[in-house]
């Protein structure tokens, strides 16, 4: 089975920093990658699929790029409620196997 | 507005069984593939199981496969997960998931704790 890596493992950066988390698949999964978020106490939520469309909704400080087995999800200008743990997901077959999640803080 | 209300958590002993059943609410059920995913406590997101909106098509972890079965009603709007032989690994909050697609996972429920322990 495919194995999906993310780095870091957490982060801290100033509200209004650009910030990167990168996720890596084991083998090649085209652009089947999504990205959901989920805040300290919360369900998770979905915020990209096919590795750069945004879910309706999200806000456009959030990007996501990356084809093949290297992708990354972008934050332009960190917000105090993007606070939470980022989680990629491939989905090109089953499994459909998240990463460990990258907790992102406010410095 | 997409309401997944899930039940049929709580205590059990290891090689015991549990059936979770999620109801939903607010969008044409019988339309929409639907997940199980489960994070155990401090723990990351695990992908469990899915089914397709007919039923046809379901995938499993590798983790639960041979152990737990998902199924739908779509006549009560229901999912459920039977789960068999539980180990103290399967303890987590286990989420039911509204799916766009198979694989896909845009509306989540709260979730409903299972325990596996002596």
């Known amino acids: 089975d495919i194995q999906m890596t993310q780095s870091p493992s957490s982060l801290s950066a100033s509200v209004g920093d650009r910030v990167t988390i990168t996720c890596r698949a084991s083998?090649?999964?085209?652009?089947?990658l999504a990205w959901y978020q989920q805040r300290p106490g919360k369900v998770p939520k979905f915020l990209i699929y096919a590795a750069s469309t945004l879910q309706s909704g999200v806000p456009s400080r959030f990007s996501g790029s990356g084809s093949g087995t290297d992708f990354t999800l972008t934050i332009s200008s960190l917000q105090p409620e993007d606070v939470a743990t980022y989680y990629c997901?491939?989905?090109?077959?089953?499994?459909?196997?998240f990463g460990p999640g990258t907790k992102v803080n406010i410095k | 507005e997409v309401q997944l209300l899930e039940s049929g958590g709580g205590l059990v002993q290891p090689g015991g069984s549990l059936r979770l059943s999620c109801e939903a609410s607010g969008f044409t059920f019988r339309s929409y593939a639907m997940s199980w995913v489960r994070q155990a406590p401090g723990k990351g997101l695990e992908w469990v199981s899915v089914i397709s909106d007919s039923g046809g098509t379901i995938y499993y972890a590798d983790s639960v496969k041979g152990r737990f079965t998902i199924s739908r009603d779509n006549s009560k709007n229901t999912l459920f997960l039977q789960m068999n032989s539980l180990r103290a690994e399967d303890t987590a909050l286990y989420y039911c998931?509204?799916?766009?697609?198979?694989?896909?996972?845009?509306?989540w429920g709260q979730g409903t704790l299972v325990t596996v322990s002596s």
């Open positions: 997901q491939k989905y090109n077959r089953a499994p459909f196997t």
């Open positions: 083998q090649g999964i085209s652009n089947y």
């Open positions: 998931v509204k799916g766009p697609s198979v694989a896909l996972l845009d509306y």
